[in-house]
């Protein structure tokens, strides 16, 4: 799934506790929702858009080091992660205090941290992140290769489970 869905649905999982007074408990569960649902999301299959520099060769991803493929990656993350929490802020509404924003960057750290991890590990093959990138390939769903049915199933599975959290967490 793109960054702006993780962030979504994390938003969503962890919304009763964005309500509350942020305390270890509180902060402890927000960061295992968001991680939880960022793995349990990705199982779903569904469409990721292409990363220019990060193409594979031989089924093993590669990171090539050329600016113009780079600058291009980073716009398509940037207006991605920004378009997950204008939603994320539609969603559980605008943080009231410090506390509220740290709580909101929790979500949002633990929604996008496996991702990121992948890219570190793939640009520097630290071994010790290894373990936790063949976890997230392992579970990885399917992917939709038709950018346009796999934007749409994406929203529909976004709407979806943002709906039932909304049920079950009211």
Known sequence: MILSSHIIVASATSAPFLAKTLNFQN???????????????????????????????????LFVRKT???????TKNFLDFFAGIAVAVFIVGWPQNFM???????????????????????????RFLEPLYKFHVAI??????NPFWGFI??????????????????
């Open 140 to 145: 990885h769903g399917k992917r939709i290769i």
């Open 153 to 170: 199933s994406q929203i529909f599975i976004l709407v979806f489970i943002v709906l039932i959290f909304r049920v079950i967490l009211s």
């Open 27 to 61: 902060a402890v569960f927000i960061l295992f929702a968001s991680l939880a649902s960022h793995f349990l999301i990705d199982m779903i299959p569904h469409w990721d858009y292409q990363m220019s520099s990060f193409p594979k060769e031989n089924g093993e991803r």
């Open 100 to 126: 509220g924003f740290l709580a909101f960057g929790l979500v949002i750290f633990g929604a996008i941290l496996p991702d990121a991890l992948a890219a570190i590990f793939i640009i520097s093959k630290w």
């Open 68 to 74: 113009s493929f780079f600058i291009k990656d980073l």
